[in-house]
């Protein structure tokens, strides 16, 4: 058959591009107003509830690897698939920096395998310039944002505690689970040296929120996808349930290749090219809402040229790719001798952490601008691959009833006996901070690349500034100060300078955001404080892309709050034939 | 069949691949090809098809083999409490995995090779012709990195992977997982740390916090709150 485009006859009020936590959500509000909805997935349909989708609660030797990542990165039986390589989807750099790009493909998004960490931003997180002159603020404030937080609570699901903390503002929790038994030494030694440590705020459901959802039933596998639908996933959360009650298309493996625009420059609709037969595809529709990630929808927006937007729909103001930036990380283990010979009983607890610490000091004392929260991590999980490895240098923390320790290395019965008395000793944290959105580090289209759906690909610049590397080196002194405190065996070396204190590489922490950006000036941003592009009235970005900063918390809470605001916009704006 | 229920079968991807030359008039919705989804186990078609071509190739020759039988039998032998690495099936895993991540197969092909040289070197035999004392002797040689000596680098370093092949082969097996003693994986109810471990421990649970965690019993309550976010049901 020769070479077509197809065009679709019917025209949709709208269409979704990507459905992770923007486009769910907006797929979710838009269908209940009433709106004949498409949403277009690059990747597969994915439900974790179908046994041939399933990898919760399966044991390590029912993957020949035993988990290994040498496929996914996080391991066979981790829900997210795609990863920072992507057969046929490269991305390209600039000599001497770095981005990693990680995508998951299929319906639902990253949301799948991600922690559940579900923090609200709080008042400052919305006025960083105004409080260390740095950046830009937002256009709009918590305030804005608040009743918006306050639904996606009561609709999603969050365990958590009432702190009273001014920028850690509380929600509608549901009751957290207990911490667990290293979680309870990480705490006492944090006491001492005045660290917060609080119960973690996770989108899993303790409790019942409908009679739509299960359980949470403690298998700490909320990466894997939850079968009961207990942990919240964009597809089984928003988009099946929009596709069940409302007028809901689905079109998966449908790779965007850009917005179609007609002589005023509106947006008419999207061209798509279909993974299945490599051929290009169009839908026609009212309103475009990209929810693509941050990156991936910068990427459509700068192939969407045409004669009214030659630099690119959205991109008058050439922000479009601009201030790209993702959390900062570092991480740090430790032994702990007194853990040797645990009891065993079931720790697996939810999935990731039952405590963690936000940010609990003032910038203004410190040498960098801006905060950090700490994960902890430990206890006696699952093995998987890597299990019971490194008994070459860690074998010696072992020591006998006299106090000698046990030889490294080694092999036989002794080895055998050690590995047992190890388990579940280590405990690590997790350092996961505030960056400062640069102009210099941006995505734009690689001109010379393309891939294999014949889409021009992203090329990424993007260095550290000093404020990430001295914010990195203050996180290993605090890791050190509570590891030491609980009288930890440090592993490896501290990271110095050379090793940029142990940050991690750009796009490594999976929080990219702020390549659209929101702003009241459209020479300076991409959207308005509706999340409307300046120049295309009928053009909306609901993923990270609108972030002005992206604080120190993970960044899905707020993705949900801001879609569901710009997504009741968009009702109100079609409803009034504005758009 | 209205369109309605067409896109529903489209997407149940029972039927695969749906696509047939339509004109340009015909809805592009009927047209756009549907993935035929995941098989078994969680895997995408792409990921079933490496396994499986994976599975289907040979790394290790047979002499290979016999060495590392004995080899992971000594790392991790059967004892009062259980089973074998052999018992474990861990060649098998060792196998997979050398062609999983190709970097092993010249660090595991060359280190089992070293063997043999060393062995020639001091008793004029190969390896597997050695008496079990003196296969130890070499083993003991290269098994304990903070004694070795300088000139068995090499074998130490293969040991050292080896070793780690073997024993997370090992414990990621059902035996391991029963010799270890891992309980979980499997849904529970999380009522926090057993009372004798807290003690043992010398920590407790916050009182203040006490009326907040999660009560097991209330787990089937569909949970509502005030206006200010507290719990009322």
Same mark, same amino acid.
């Given at each position: 058959?020769?070479?077509?485009?197809?065009?679709?006859?019917?025209?949709?009020?709208?269409?979704?591009?990507?459905?992770?936590?923007?486009?769910?959500?907006?797929?979710?509000?838009?269908?209940?107003?009433?709106?004949?909805?498409?949403?277009?997935?690059?990747?597969?349909?994915?439900?974790?509830?179908?046994?041939?989708?399933?990898?919760?609660?399966?044991?390590?030797?029912?993957?020949?690897?035993?988990?290994?990542?040498?496929?996914?990165?996080?391991?066979?039986?981790?829900?997210?698939?795609?990863?920072?390589?992507?057969?046929?989807?490269?991305?390209?750099?600039?000599?001497?920096?770095?981005?990693?790009?990680?995508?998951?493909?299929?319906?639902?998004?990253?949301?799948?395998?991600?922690?559940?960490?579900?923090?609200?931003?709080?008042?400052?997180?919305?006025?960083?310039?105004?409080?260390?002159?740095?950046?830009?603020?937002?256009?709009?404030?918590?305030?804005?944002?608040?009743?918006?937080?306050?639904?996606?609570?009561?609709?999603?699901?969050?365990?958590?505690?009432?702190?009273?903390?001014?920028?850690?503002?509380?929600?509608?929790?549901?009751?957290?689970?207990?911490?667990?038994?290293?979680?309870?030494?990480?705490?006492?030694?944090?006491?001492?040296?005045?660290?917060?440590?609080?119960?973690?705020?996770?989108?899993?459901?303790?409790?019942?929120?409908?009679?739509?959802?299960?359980?949470?039933?403690?298998?700490?596998?909320?990466?894997?996808?939850?079968?009961?639908?207990?942990?919240?996933?964009?597809?089984?959360?928003?988009?099946?349930?929009?596709?069940?009650?409302?007028?809901?298309?689905?079109?998966?493996?449908?790779?965007?290749?850009?917005?179609?625009?007609?002589?005023?420059?509106?947006?008419?609709?999207?061209?798509?090219?279909?993974?299945?037969?490599?051929?290009?595809?169009?839908?026609?529709?009212?309103?475009?809402?990209?929810?693509?990630?941050?990156?991936?929808?910068?990427?459509?927006?700068?192939?969407?040229?045409?004669?009214?937007?030659?630099?690119?729909?959205?991109?008058?103001?050439?922000?479009?790719?601009?201030?790209?930036?993702?959390?900062?990380?570092?991480?740090?283990?430790?032994?702990?001798?007194?853990?040797?010979?645990?009891?065993?009983?079931?720790?697996?607890?939810?999935?990731?952490?039952?405590?963690?610490?936000?940010?609990?000091?003032?910038?203004?004392?410190?040498?960098?601008?801006?905060?950090?929260?700490?994960?902890?991590?430990?206890?006696?999980?699952?093995?998987?691959?890597?299990?019971?490895?490194?008994?070459?240098?860690?074998?010696?923390?072992?020591?006998?009833?006299?106090?000698?320790?046990?030889?490294?290395?080694?092999?036989?019965?002794?080895?055998?006996?050690?590995?047992?008395?190890?388990?579940?000793?280590?405990?690590?944290?997790?350092?996961?901070?505030?960056?400062?959105?640069?102009?210099?580090?941006?995505?734009?289209?690689?001109?010379?690349?393309?891939?294999?759906?014949?889409?021009?690909?992203?090329?990424?610049?993007?260095?550290?500034?000093?404020?990430?590397?001295?914010?990195?080196?203050?996180?290993?002194?605090?890791?050190?100060?509570?590891?030491?405190?609980?009288?930890?065996?440090?592993?490896?070396?501290?990271?110095?300078?050379?090793?940029?204190?142990?940050?991690?590489?750009?796009?490594?922490?999976?929080?990219?955001?702020?390549?659209?950006?929101?702003?009241?000036?459209?020479?300076?941003?991409?959207?308005?404080?509706?999340?409307?592009?300046?120049?295309?009235?009928?053009?909306?970005?609901?993923?990270?892309?609108?972030?002005?900063?992206?604080?120190?918390?993970?960044?899905?809470?707020?993705?949900?709050?801001?879609?569901?605001?710009?997504?009741?916009?968009?009702?109100?704006?079609?409803?009034?034939?504005?758009? | 069949?209205?369109?309605?229920?067409?896109?529903?079968?489209?997407?149940?991807?029972?039927?695969?691949?749906?696509?047939?030359?339509?004109?340009?008039?015909?809805?592009?919705?009927?047209?756009?090809?549907?993935?035929?989804?995941?098989?078994?186990?969680?895997?995408?078609?792409? !990921? @079933? +098809?490496?396994?499986? $071509?994976?599975?289907? %190739?040979?790394?290790?020759?047979? *002499?290979?083999?016999?060495? /590392?039988?004995?080899?992971?039998?000594?790392?991790?032998?059967?004892?009062?409490?259980?089973?074998?690495?052999?018992?474990?099936?861990?060649?098998?895993?060792?196998?997979?995995?050398?062609?999983?991540?190709?970097?092993?197969?010249?660090?595991?092909?060359?280190?089992?090779?070293?063997?043999?040289?060393?062995?020639?070197?001091?008793?004029?035999?190969?390896?597997?012709?050695?008496?079990?004392?003196?296969?130890?002797?070499?083993?003991? !040689? @290269? +098994?304990?990195?903070? $004694?070795?000596?300088? %000139?068995?680098?090499?074998?130490? *370093?293969?040991?050292?992977? /080896?070793?780690?092949?073997?024993?997370?082969?090992?414990?990621?097996?059902?035996?391991?997982?029963?010799?270890?003693?891992?309980?979980?994986?499997?849904?529970?109810?999380?009522?926090?740390?057993?009372?004798?471990?807290?003690?043992?421990?010398?920590?407790?649970?916050?009182?203040?916090?006490?009326?907040?965690?999660?009560?097991?019993?209330?787990?089937?309550?569909?949970?509502?709150?005030?206006?200010?976010?507290?719990?009322?049901?």
């Amino acid at each position: 058959m020769s070479f077509q485009i197809k065009e679709s006859a019917q025209e949709y009020d709208v269409i979704i591009v990507g459905s992770g936590a923007g486009g769910g959500m907006a797929s979710k509000i838009l269908s209940e107003a009433g709106f004949s909805i498409a949403v277009v997935e690059a990747g597969g349909d994915f439900d974790p509830a179908k046994e041939e989708h399933r990898t919760q609660l399966r044991f390590p030797w029912e993957s020949p690897r035993r988990g290994a990542g040498t496929i996914r990165p996080f391991g066979d039986f981790d829900a997210a698939i795609g990863g920072w390589d992507i057969e046929g989807e490269p991305y390209t750099r600039n000599t001497g920096t770095r981005f990693d790009w990680f995508r998951s493909r299929m319906l639902g998004g990253r949301t799948n395998h991600w922690g559940r960490i579900s923090l609200r931003f709080g008042p400052n997180d919305f006025k960083r310039s105004s409080i260390d002159g740095l950046g830009d603020d937002w256009p709009i404030g918590y305030d804005d944002l608040k009743p918006y937080y306050d639904k996606v609570d009561k609709l999603i699901g969050v365990f958590g505690t009432k702190e009273g903390i001014y920028n850690e503002p509380d929600g509608f929790f549901l009751p957290p689970p207990k911490p667990r038994l290293h979680e309870l030494l990480i705490k006492k030694s944090a006491d001492k040296v005045n660290i917060p440590v609080i119960p973690s705020r996770l989108s899993v459901l303790t409790r019942p929120i409908n009679n739509e959802r299960g359980v949470c039933f403690f298998c700490n596998q909320c990466n894997r996808a939850c079968q009961a639908y207990a942990d919240f996933s964009s597809g089984t959360c928003l988009v099946k349930p929009a596709m069940k009650k409302g007028k809901v298309d689905l079109f998966t493996n449908s790779m965007v290749r850009k917005v179609t625009t007609n002589d005023r420059g509106d947006a008419t609709g999207v061209s798509f090219v279909s993974k299945m037969d490599l051929k290009e595809y169009k839908l026609k529709s009212r309103v475009v809402v990209l929810g693509a990630s941050a990156c991936e929808s910068a990427r459509i927006m700068l192939n969407s040229k045409s004669k009214t937007h030659p630099d690119g729909l959205g991109n008058q103001s050439g922000m479009v790719g601009r201030y790209l930036h993702d959390s900062t990380g570092a991480d740090r283990m430790a032994v702990i001798p007194d853990l040797v010979d645990r009891d065993r009983y079931n720790e697996d607890g939810t999935g990731g952490m039952h405590v963690y610490t936000p940010w609990w000091l003032d910038n203004k004392k410190l040498d960098f601008a801006r905060g950090y929260h700490i994960e902890f991590w430990g206890g006696m999980g699952m093995p998987s691959y890597g299990f019971g490895t490194g008994m070459d240098t860690l074998r010696s923390h072992i020591k006998d009833e006299f106090g000698s320790p046990s030889p490294n290395g080694g092999y036989g019965t002794g080895l055998k006996k050690d590995i047992k008395r190890f388990y579940g000793t280590t405990v690590g944290m997790s350092g996961r901070g505030e960056s400062v959105p640069q102009y210099d580090n941006y995505c734009e289209i690689d001109q010379t690349t393309v891939d294999k759906y014949g889409i021009p690909v992203l090329k990424f610049n993007y260095n550290w500034t000093d404020q990430e590397l001295k914010q990195a080196k203050h996180m290993h002194e605090t890791f050190e100060e509570i590891l030491l405190g609980m009288g930890g065996k440090l592993l490896g070396a501290k990271p110095g300078k050379e090793s940029q204190y142990g940050l991690h590489a750009p796009g490594r922490i999976i929080h990219e955001v702020g390549t659209t950006r929101m702003g009241n000036d459209p020479a300076s941003s991409v959207l308005n404080s509706n999340c409307q592009a300046h120049d295309c009235k009928n053009l909306f970005v609901v993923d990270g892309g609108p972030f002005v900063s992206q604080a120190d918390k993970n960044p899905t809470w707020t993705i949900l709050a801001l879609a569901w605001r710009t997504s009741d916009y968009i009702v109100d704006q079609l409803k009034k034939k504005n758009i | 069949m209205n369109r309605r229920e067409n896109l529903k079968l489209l997407f149940t991807g029972a039927s695969g691949f749906l696509l047939a030359g339509c004109s340009v008039e015909e809805s592009a919705v009927e047209e756009v090809p549907v993935n035929a989804g995941f098989s078994t186990s969680g895997r995408s078609p792409e !990921e @079933i +098809a490496i396994d499986k $071509k994976l599975l289907s %190739e040979t790394f290790f020759t047979e *002499k290979e083999v016999e060495k /590392l039988n004995y080899l992971v039998e000594v790392i991790i032998p059967a004892d009062e409490d259980s089973g074998s690495a052999l018992d474990a099936g861990v060649p098998d895993f060792i196998e997979f995995m050398v062609k999983d991540i190709p970097a092993y197969q010249t660090r595991m092909r060359g280190g089992l090779s070293w063997l043999d040289n060393h062995a020639l070197d001091r008793f004029d035999k190969i390896f597997m012709e050695l008496s079990g004392n003196e296969r130890i002797s070499i083993i003991d !040689e @290269i +098994a304990y990195p903070d $004694k070795a000596t300088p %000139e068995v680098i090499n074998g130490v *370093k293969f040991f050292n992977l /080896l070793r780690d092949l073997t024993t997370t082969g090992y414990f990621t097996s059902k035996i391991g997982f029963d010799d270890l003693g891992y309980v979980g994986n499997r849904p529970n109810v999380w009522d926090g740390v057993p009372e004798h471990v807290l003690e043992k421990y010398k920590v407790s649970y916050d009182p203040k916090l006490a009326d907040l965690y999660l009560k097991p019993d209330q787990r089937g309550v569909v949970a509502q709150w005030d206006n200010d976010g507290n719990l009322i049901g």
